[in-house]
């Protein structure tokens, strides 16, 4: 069974950084592509960012663009989100996502908040 689990995510204040990571297993990582979604309350689960297989490729949404950095470590089976520059509109439940598997990791709480 594909499993995805995410850590890192706590209080932050604005402006501040948080790394984010995603632990996989089930599944052959280093030949996926591997997302990062976001839903802030009341809110549609928008995607954050893509990375392709080797990590060469990435995508972002224009809201973490210049912000965020996705990477990833086929050697660990983890994905990362580098989140600087933090504001209290990325506040949100931040999900790790297999597309190819249509998996979710259970997800894990960002606050941006003095």
């Known amino acids: 069974q594909v499993q995805l689990v995410e850590s890192g995510g706590g209080l932050v204040q604005p402006g501040g950084s948080l790394r984010l990571s995603c632990a996989a297993s089930?599944?052959?990582?280093?030949?996926?592509?591997m997302s990062w979604y976001r839903q802030a309350p009341g809110k549609e689960r928008k995607l954050v960012a893509n990375?392709?297989?080797?990590?060469?490729?990435?995508d972002y949404a224009d809201s973490a663009k210049g912000r965020f950095t996705i990477s990833r470590d086929n050697d660990k089976n983890t994905v990362y989100l580098q989140m600087n520059t933090l504001r209290p509109e990325d506040t949100a439940v931040y999900y790790c996502?297999?597309?190819?598997?249509?998996?979710w990791g259970q997800g894990t709480q960002v606050t941006v908040s003095s």
């Open positions: 990375i392709n297989w080797s990590g060469g490729s990435t």
């Open positions: 089930g599944f052959t990582f280093k030949y996926s592509i």
């Open positions: 996502y297999a597309p190819q598997f249509g998996s």
